[in-house]
């Protein structure tokens, strides 16, 4: 029987809202199927500096030592060091289990993981043998210590929200120091707009959800550092009910 396995956890992971990670596991028609599956869970090792993302396609042929390099261009890869399947892997958990349609793993083992960056793999043995794996990053809301090296990092706590509720928006750099500007839009109006500077220590925004956002409000984050432009922007919902 031909089988499609789909794995549904998002990129970044706040490790006390997770639910664990769901896969799912279908035939040709869509219909939800049992399978026996291996679970692998990996962590990774992150390079030992923030780097900025390529400006053009990584080089086919390499003209200079890597020493040179890195040393004019440190926050620049030199061959693979961006790429995440060339990052070293450290098997933390590898289970066989029955799935059956949709199932979700990991509920309990989420939560005794240490924040970083982490690979999952789903094989599901047969006739050909079908595998699915996904990257993302796993944080905690009770760390202040940024949970990868990042030069722009940031994670709202919910995409959704009811008036009274209060959302947390931390941010973070690897630079450890870079000044963005923070706002928060209802539709055109400003309702808050501040400068802040992002360390490798987590800054924490609280965001008082208003009855006046019904109908969906803005968080945006503005930078400008190493020459490079960076920007953010997340739409909550907050629905008329």
Known sequence: MALLLKLRVPQ????E???GIEIVARN???????ASVQVKLYKLTTPGRYLLKR??????TVLVTKDYFTKNFPHLAYRNEDDKNHWKQTLTTSEEMRVN???QVFTKKLERLKPGEYLIVVTAKGQPEVSVRKFFSLTSERSSKLPVKDIFWHNLSADRAEPGNVLQLRVGSASGNMRMLYEVLNGREVVQRQWITAGKKLLKQQIPVEEAF?????????AVHSNRFFSWLQTVKVPFT
């Open 17 to 19: 809202q997770s639910h």
């Open 28 to 34: 040709l028609s869509g219909a939800e199927v049992p």
């Open 12 to 15: 970044n992971v706040i490790r």
């Open 55 to 60: 400006l053009w396609p990584k080089p086919d």
């Open 101 to 103: 349609g949709n199932t």
């Open 214 to 222: 019904r109908g969906n409000f803005v968080v945006r984050l503005l």
